[in-house]
Protein backbone atom coordinates (compact mmCIF):
# COMPACT_ATOMS: atom_id res chain seq x y z
CA UNK A 1 0.00 0.00 0.00
CA UNK A 2 1.35 3.99 -0.90
CA UNK A 3 1.34 5.76 2.46
CA UNK A 4 1.34 9.09 3.20
CA UNK A 5 5.28 8.89 4.18
CA UNK A 6 6.04 9.86 0.75
CA UNK A 7 3.83 12.73 0.69
CA UNK A 8 5.06 14.08 4.13
CA UNK A 9 8.87 13.85 1.70
CA UNK A 10 7.23 15.61 -1.25
CA UNK A 11 6.05 18.22 1.12
CA UNK A 12 8.98 18.89 2.74
CA UNK A 13 10.64 19.08 -1.08
CA UNK A 14 7.82 21.66 -2.42
CA UNK A 15 8.05 24.11 0.79
CA UNK A 16 10.58 26.48 -1.10
CA UNK A 17 8.49 26.56 -4.04
CA UNK A 18 5.32 27.25 -2.90
CA UNK A 19 6.04 30.76 -1.99
CA UNK A 20 7.58 31.56 -5.47
CA UNK A 21 4.38 29.63 -7.16
CA UNK A 22 2.30 32.15 -5.10
CA UNK A 23 3.39 35.31 -6.58
CA UNK A 24 2.24 34.06 -10.43
CA UNK A 25 -1.26 35.68 -10.83
CA UNK A 26 -3.63 33.71 -12.73
CA UNK A 27 -3.56 35.29 -15.66
CA UNK A 28 -6.03 32.47 -17.86
CA UNK A 29 -8.38 30.43 -16.87
CA UNK A 30 -9.29 27.32 -18.60
CA UNK A 31 -13.10 26.33 -17.92
CA UNK A 32 -14.31 23.15 -18.26
CA UNK A 33 -18.26 21.51 -18.54
CA UNK A 34 -18.75 19.14 -15.85
CA UNK A 35 -22.36 18.71 -15.77
CA UNK A 36 -24.22 15.68 -16.83
CA UNK A 37 -24.31 16.50 -20.13
CA UNK A 38 -20.35 17.13 -20.26
CA UNK A 39 -19.33 14.52 -19.11
CA UNK A 40 -21.32 12.06 -21.14
CA UNK A 41 -20.39 14.01 -24.25
CA UNK A 42 -16.71 13.52 -22.81
CA UNK A 43 -15.27 16.44 -20.72
CA UNK A 44 -13.35 14.28 -18.10
CA UNK A 45 -10.48 13.14 -20.34
CA UNK A 46 -11.03 16.62 -21.91
CA UNK A 47 -10.14 18.13 -18.90
CA UNK A 48 -7.52 15.45 -18.02
CA UNK A 49 -5.41 16.54 -20.98
CA UNK A 50 -5.89 20.10 -20.15
CA UNK A 51 -4.49 19.68 -16.63
CA UNK A 52 -2.10 17.68 -18.00
CA UNK A 53 -1.13 19.39 -20.99
CA UNK A 54 -0.76 22.87 -18.58
CA UNK A 55 1.36 20.67 -16.01
CA UNK A 56 3.81 19.40 -18.86
CA UNK A 57 4.55 22.67 -20.46
CA UNK A 58 4.89 24.12 -17.04
CA UNK A 59 2.44 27.22 -17.97
CA UNK A 60 2.45 29.56 -14.71
CA UNK A 61 -0.43 31.82 -14.18
CA UNK A 62 -2.82 29.32 -15.97
CA UNK A 63 -5.70 27.70 -14.12
CA UNK A 64 -7.73 24.72 -15.08
CA UNK A 65 -11.03 24.60 -13.14
CA UNK A 66 -14.73 22.86 -13.52
CA UNK A 67 -18.25 24.38 -13.95
CA UNK A 68 -21.94 23.33 -14.34
CA UNK A 69 -23.92 23.21 -17.10
CA UNK A 70 -23.91 26.58 -19.34
CA UNK A 71 -27.09 25.77 -21.39
CA UNK A 72 -25.56 24.34 -24.14
CA UNK A 73 -25.79 21.38 -23.95
CA UNK A 74 -25.79 20.04 -27.59
CA UNK A 75 -22.57 21.69 -28.44
CA UNK A 76 -20.75 19.62 -24.82
CA UNK A 77 -17.81 19.03 -24.20
CA UNK A 78 -17.27 23.06 -23.83
CA UNK A 79 -14.18 24.62 -22.94
CA UNK A 80 -14.22 28.57 -22.22
CA UNK A 81 -10.97 30.54 -21.89
CA UNK A 82 -10.93 33.26 -20.02
CA UNK A 83 -7.61 36.10 -20.97
CA UNK A 84 -6.20 38.10 -18.44
CA UNK A 85 -7.58 40.85 -20.70
CA UNK A 86 -11.60 39.46 -19.79
CA UNK A 87 -12.34 38.57 -23.59
CA UNK A 88 -13.52 34.33 -23.66
CA UNK A 89 -13.03 32.62 -26.33
CA UNK A 90 -15.88 29.57 -26.17
CA UNK A 91 -14.82 25.83 -27.70
CA UNK A 92 -17.50 23.43 -28.61
CA UNK A 93 -17.56 19.70 -29.10
CA UNK A 94 -13.99 19.41 -27.49
CA UNK A 95 -12.06 16.32 -27.96
CA UNK A 96 -9.05 15.56 -26.02
CA UNK A 97 -7.18 15.39 -29.46
CA UNK A 98 -7.59 19.13 -30.18
CA UNK A 99 -6.56 20.12 -26.67
CA UNK A 100 -2.55 20.42 -27.82
CA UNK A 101 -3.26 22.37 -30.35
CA UNK A 102 -5.34 25.18 -28.39
CA UNK A 103 -3.21 24.84 -25.30
CA UNK A 104 -0.06 25.54 -28.24
CA UNK A 105 -1.88 28.42 -30.14
CA UNK A 106 -4.04 30.12 -27.65
CA UNK A 107 -2.55 29.60 -24.40
CA UNK A 108 1.24 29.55 -25.16
CA UNK A 109 0.71 32.35 -28.37
CA UNK A 110 -2.31 34.23 -27.86
CA UNK A 111 -4.22 33.13 -30.60
CA UNK A 112 -7.75 31.57 -30.30
CA UNK A 113 -8.11 28.43 -32.52
CA UNK A 114 -11.13 29.71 -34.76
CA UNK A 115 -11.81 26.58 -36.13
CA UNK A 116 -13.02 24.69 -32.87
CA UNK A 117 -15.00 28.27 -31.45
CA UNK A 118 -18.45 28.52 -31.07
CA UNK A 119 -18.64 30.78 -33.81
CA UNK A 120 -17.44 28.14 -36.53
CA UNK A 121 -19.69 25.11 -34.98
CA UNK A 122 -22.91 26.37 -34.94
CA UNK A 123 -25.48 23.65 -35.26
CA UNK A 124 -28.50 24.08 -36.80
CA UNK B 1 -26.00 8.11 -21.42
CA UNK B 2 -23.05 7.39 -19.28
CA UNK B 3 -20.62 4.67 -20.61
CA UNK B 4 -19.46 4.09 -17.21
CA UNK B 5 -20.30 3.64 -13.73
CA UNK B 6 -17.20 5.90 -12.73
CA UNK B 7 -19.01 8.70 -14.81
CA UNK B 8 -22.19 8.48 -13.37
CA UNK B 9 -20.19 8.89 -9.97
CA UNK B 10 -18.48 11.78 -11.18
CA UNK B 11 -22.06 13.45 -12.42
CA UNK B 12 -23.74 12.34 -8.97
CA UNK B 13 -20.48 14.04 -6.92
CA UNK B 14 -21.14 16.67 -8.85
CA UNK B 15 -24.64 17.23 -6.86
CA UNK B 16 -22.91 17.24 -3.66
CA UNK B 17 -20.41 20.02 -5.06
CA UNK B 18 -23.66 22.38 -5.90
CA UNK B 19 -25.25 21.42 -2.60
CA UNK B 20 -22.32 23.03 -1.02
CA UNK B 21 -20.90 19.65 0.93
CA UNK B 22 -18.28 19.94 3.00
CA UNK B 23 -17.69 16.39 3.00
CA UNK B 24 -18.48 13.80 0.49
CA UNK B 25 -18.15 10.36 1.10
CA UNK B 26 -17.97 8.29 -1.95
CA UNK B 27 -17.54 4.19 -1.40
CA UNK B 28 -17.07 1.51 -4.21
CA UNK B 29 -17.33 -2.05 -2.91
CA UNK B 30 -17.65 -5.05 -5.05
CA UNK B 31 -18.15 -8.01 -3.21
CA UNK B 32 -18.20 -11.68 -4.91
CA UNK B 33 -20.13 -13.18 -2.79
CA UNK B 34 -23.51 -11.29 -3.17
CA UNK B 35 -22.12 -10.71 -6.45
CA UNK B 36 -22.91 -7.06 -5.62
CA UNK B 37 -21.39 -3.89 -6.48
CA UNK B 38 -22.21 -1.02 -4.25
CA UNK B 39 -21.87 2.80 -4.84
CA UNK B 40 -22.68 5.15 -2.29
CA UNK B 41 -22.19 8.89 -2.35
CA UNK B 42 -23.26 10.54 0.69
CA UNK B 43 -22.60 14.45 1.28
CA UNK B 44 -23.57 16.54 4.52
CA UNK B 45 -25.12 19.46 1.87
CA UNK B 46 -28.15 21.23 2.01
CA UNK B 47 -30.28 18.06 1.27
CA UNK B 48 -33.39 17.86 -0.41
CA UNK B 49 -37.01 18.16 0.57
CA UNK B 50 -39.52 15.22 0.52
CA UNK B 51 -41.01 17.05 -2.98
CA UNK B 52 -37.51 17.05 -4.40
CA UNK B 53 -36.85 13.88 -3.63
CA UNK B 54 -39.77 12.23 -5.08
CA UNK B 55 -38.91 14.13 -8.25
CA UNK B 56 -34.94 13.71 -8.08
CA UNK B 57 -35.36 10.73 -10.27
CA UNK B 58 -37.86 12.42 -12.78
CA UNK B 59 -35.73 13.05 -15.86
CA UNK B 60 -37.95 16.54 -16.54
CA UNK B 61 -36.84 17.95 -13.18
CA UNK B 62 -34.16 20.17 -11.83
CA UNK B 63 -33.22 22.92 -9.79
CA UNK B 64 -30.95 24.32 -11.87
CA UNK B 65 -31.50 27.25 -14.39
CA UNK B 66 -29.59 27.10 -17.46
CA UNK B 67 -31.66 23.88 -18.78
CA UNK B 68 -34.87 22.08 -17.71
CA UNK B 69 -33.96 19.05 -17.35
CA UNK B 70 -32.16 16.94 -15.12
CA UNK B 71 -30.30 12.87 -16.48
CA UNK B 72 -28.06 12.37 -13.68
CA UNK B 73 -29.60 11.07 -11.01
CA UNK B 74 -32.08 8.86 -13.56
CA UNK B 75 -29.32 7.64 -15.47
CA UNK B 76 -27.67 6.34 -12.65
CA UNK B 77 -31.08 4.80 -11.03
CA UNK B 78 -31.29 2.86 -14.41
CA UNK B 79 -28.10 1.57 -14.99
CA UNK B 80 -28.21 0.00 -11.85
CA UNK B 81 -31.93 -1.24 -12.16
CA UNK B 82 -31.60 -2.64 -15.40
CA UNK B 83 -28.52 -5.52 -13.67
CA UNK B 84 -31.55 -5.93 -11.36
CA UNK B 85 -30.09 -3.85 -8.42
CA UNK B 86 -31.21 -1.30 -6.42
CA UNK B 87 -30.97 2.32 -6.36
CA UNK B 88 -32.22 4.12 -2.82
CA UNK B 89 -31.80 8.29 -2.45
CA UNK B 90 -32.30 9.17 1.44
CA UNK B 91 -32.27 13.25 1.84
CA UNK B 92 -33.03 15.54 4.53
CA UNK B 93 -32.62 18.97 4.28
CA UNK B 94 -30.12 21.16 5.75
CA UNK B 95 -28.23 17.78 6.49
CA UNK B 96 -27.19 15.56 3.73
CA UNK B 97 -27.95 13.43 0.95
CA UNK B 98 -27.07 9.85 0.38
CA UNK B 99 -27.32 8.23 -3.06
CA UNK B 100 -27.06 4.11 -2.74
CA UNK B 101 -26.97 2.30 -6.43
CA UNK B 102 -26.26 -1.38 -6.07
CA UNK B 103 -25.08 -3.34 -9.46
CA UNK B 104 -25.39 -7.12 -10.31
CA UNK B 105 -21.47 -7.51 -10.74
CA UNK B 106 -22.22 -10.55 -12.92
CA UNK B 107 -25.04 -8.63 -14.94
CA UNK B 108 -24.37 -8.52 -18.45
CA UNK B 109 -26.55 -4.94 -18.85
CA UNK B 110 -23.88 -3.11 -15.78
CA UNK B 111 -21.79 -1.36 -17.50
CA UNK B 112 -18.01 -1.39 -16.15
CA UNK B 113 -16.76 0.57 -13.15
CA UNK B 114 -14.48 2.64 -15.20
CA UNK B 115 -11.66 4.96 -14.23
CA UNK B 116 -12.54 5.04 -11.02
CA UNK B 117 -9.01 6.66 -10.56
CA UNK B 118 -9.41 9.49 -13.05
CA UNK B 119 -12.90 10.28 -11.20
CA UNK B 120 -11.58 10.81 -7.88
CA UNK B 121 -8.73 12.40 -8.92
CA UNK B 122 -10.62 15.36 -11.09
CA UNK B 123 -12.81 16.05 -7.57
CA UNK B 124 -9.87 15.81 -5.36
CA UNK B 125 -7.75 18.27 -7.33
CA UNK B 126 -10.50 20.63 -8.93
CA UNK B 127 -12.14 20.95 -5.33
CA UNK B 128 -9.60 21.45 -3.09
CA UNK B 129 -12.31 23.31 -0.62
CA UNK B 130 -14.22 19.89 -0.20
CA UNK B 131 -13.26 16.53 1.49
CA UNK B 132 -13.33 14.08 0.69
CA UNK B 133 -13.55 10.30 1.88
CA UNK B 134 -12.88 7.64 -0.73
CA UNK B 135 -13.28 3.50 -0.10
CA UNK B 136 -12.92 1.07 -2.70
CA UNK B 137 -12.54 -2.51 -1.91
CA UNK B 138 -12.78 -5.71 -3.30
CA UNK B 139 -14.34 -8.37 -1.11
CA UNK B 140 -11.88 -8.17 2.10
CA UNK B 141 -9.56 -6.02 0.84
CA UNK B 142 -9.64 -2.32 0.41
CA UNK B 143 -7.64 0.92 0.55
CA UNK B 144 -9.12 4.25 1.77
CA UNK B 145 -8.59 8.25 0.32
CA UNK B 146 -8.73 10.73 3.20
CA UNK B 147 -8.59 14.44 2.03
CA UNK B 148 -7.87 15.18 6.02
CA UNK B 149 -5.32 13.22 6.37
CA UNK B 150 -3.64 14.66 3.03
CA UNK B 151 -4.48 18.05 4.04
CA UNK B 152 -2.48 17.32 7.74
CA UNK B 153 0.69 16.66 5.96
CA UNK B 154 0.70 19.26 3.14
CA UNK B 155 -0.69 22.40 5.49
CA UNK B 156 -3.17 24.91 4.20
CA UNK B 157 -0.82 26.45 2.04
CA UNK B 158 -0.34 23.72 -0.34
CA UNK B 159 -3.12 22.86 -2.97
CA UNK B 160 -3.52 19.46 -4.31
CA UNK B 161 -3.81 21.56 -8.32
CA UNK B 162 -0.16 21.87 -7.74
CA UNK B 163 1.48 19.42 -9.81
CA UNK B 164 3.50 17.55 -7.58
CA UNK B 165 0.54 16.73 -5.31
CA UNK B 166 -1.59 16.29 -8.23
CA UNK B 167 0.69 13.40 -9.50
CA UNK B 168 1.18 12.16 -6.05
CA UNK B 169 -3.04 11.82 -5.47
CA UNK B 170 -2.61 10.16 -9.02
CA UNK B 171 -0.36 7.29 -8.07
CA UNK B 172 -2.14 6.84 -4.73
CA UNK B 173 -4.89 5.98 -6.25
CA UNK B 174 -3.49 4.06 -9.19
CA UNK B 175 -1.38 1.92 -6.68
CA UNK B 176 -3.47 1.34 -3.82
CA UNK B 177 -6.56 0.18 -6.06
CA UNK B 178 -4.71 -2.58 -8.21
CA UNK B 179 -3.08 -3.75 -4.67
CA UNK B 180 -7.17 -4.21 -4.18
CA UNK B 181 -8.42 -5.47 -6.88
CA UNK B 182 -5.10 -7.11 -8.95
CA UNK B 183 -5.81 -5.23 -11.79
CA UNK B 184 -8.91 -7.28 -12.38
CA UNK B 185 -11.41 -5.30 -14.39
CA UNK B 186 -14.44 -4.36 -12.57
Do not use: W
Amino acid sequence: MKSLEELKALREKMKSQVEIREDDANALRVVVGMATCGIAAGARPVLTAFSNGVQERGLRGVSVVQTGCIGLCQYEPIVEIHAAGGEKTTYVQVTADMVDEIIAQHIVNGKPVNKYTIEAQRIG
Amino acid sequence: MMTEISLNILDIAQNSIRAEASLIEITVAADSSTDNLTVILKDDGCGMTDEQIAKATDPFFTTRTTRDIGLGVPFFKYSAELTGGAFTLLSTPGKGTEVTAVYKLSSIDRMPLGDMTETIHSLVVYNGHIEFLYKYSVDDRSFTLDTREFKEVLGEDVSFAEPEVSAYVKEYLTENKTEVDNGVIL
